[in-house]
């Protein structure tokens, strides 16, 4: 019996007015395993996000969470995820740690061991007034009562806005126990190497449709290595082989750096080799080089976040 996909967003399209928000979204996110979704502010994240939590009534296509409509059945899936905004705006006269109770009251959960250990870790003081709180501050409430929740889904939209990089790797911890112990995540983000960290597969999205859809592993084709080599003999017609770009030589031609196609590194390395290498170093494609690369058109907007 093949197992239901937590979210499935098929051909989704959204209009405002005359502007096409959405023009063809199509994600699939399975059970224990977390989807990095990326793009600008303005590519049509947030827009996603709130249709598959059934705030907004898509135009057309289908998106189902746990096998059910997003907009018909939106309280009963409600009652199966947790969902942090990337801003977040609370009771000003709740301390934080009574917002963090209701918000847990509200999902239908008590504050339990999670609940101290997060805000331990977090460091958050839960005394003070929401009304005093940072950007930062309202973004560890909303996060540590996500994150205390037992649901089998868990939605995060520019989740560590306003965080430092310590409370950002607190948060990414989280999202790894959540990973083992079975749950969903769909990450949200504009921050290539959060995505990159926690992501099992990872969706791009570009002026309101997915452009590529995959693991890092198999999207890695879309780049190029960068490499780095000294060898004993100089590389004097290197920039004569297939498959090398952005090529610097130095030091009599006995040290390159260049960019290198994965499908020409067979006979590039047996060129570097019959020149006696001395040092060698290749360095994959990230995030940020794939993310680059989609977005290079001369900074074209028109998107809707």
Not at 173 to 193: D, M, R, T
Not at 243 to 258: D, K, P, S, V
């Amino acid at each position: 019996m093949a197992t239901v996909p937590v979210l499935k967003v098929e051909h989704l399209q959204k209009s405002f007015g005359k502007f096409q928000a959405l023009k063809d979204i199509n994600l699939d996110l399975q059970p224990g395993e977390v989807l990095g979704f990326i793009g600008p502010n303005g590519a049509g994240k947030s827009t996603t996000i709130r249709t598959i939590l059934g705030l907004i009534k898509a135009f057309s296509g289908t998106v189902k969470v746990f096998g059910k409509n997003a907009w018909s059945d939106a309280v009963a899936i409600h009652q199966q995820l947790a969902y942090v905004p990337g801003d977040v705006y609370l009771w000003p006269n709740l301390t934080g740690g009574q917002t963090i109770d209701l918000l847990l009251k509200l999902s239908h959960q008590k504050h339990n061991a999670r609940t101290d250990e997060l805000i331990k870790e977090f460091e958050l003081d839960v005394t003070k007034k929401n009304r005093t709180y940072s950007k930062g501050n309202r973004q560890k409430v909303a996060l540590i009562a996500a994150l205390s929740t037992d649901v089998p889904l868990y939605i995060f939209d520019e989740p560590t806005s306003g965080l430092d990089p310590l409370n950002e790797q607190i948060f990414q911890n989280a999202v790894e126990k959540l990973k083992q112990a079975g749950k969903s995540v769909l990450l949200s983000s504009h921050i290539l190497s959060e995505v990159e960290k926690m992501g099992d597969k990872i969706a791009i999205i570009r002026q309101g449709t997915i452009i590529e859809t995959g693991t890092l592993a198999s999207m890695q084709h879309l780049t190029r290595n960068q490499v780095s080599v000294i060898t004993k003999q100089p590389l004097t017609d290197l920039d004569q082989v297939t498959g090398i770009h952005q090529l610097t030589l130095q030091n009599n031609q006995l040290e390159a750096n260049f960019t290198l196609d994965s499908d020409a590194t067979t006979d590039v390395m047996n060129y570097l080799a019959q020149h006696q290498i001395v040092h060698l170093k290749t360095t994959p494609p990230t995030l940020d080089n794939l993310f680059l690369r989609y977005y290079e058109d001369n900074g074209k907007s028109g998107d809707t976040k």
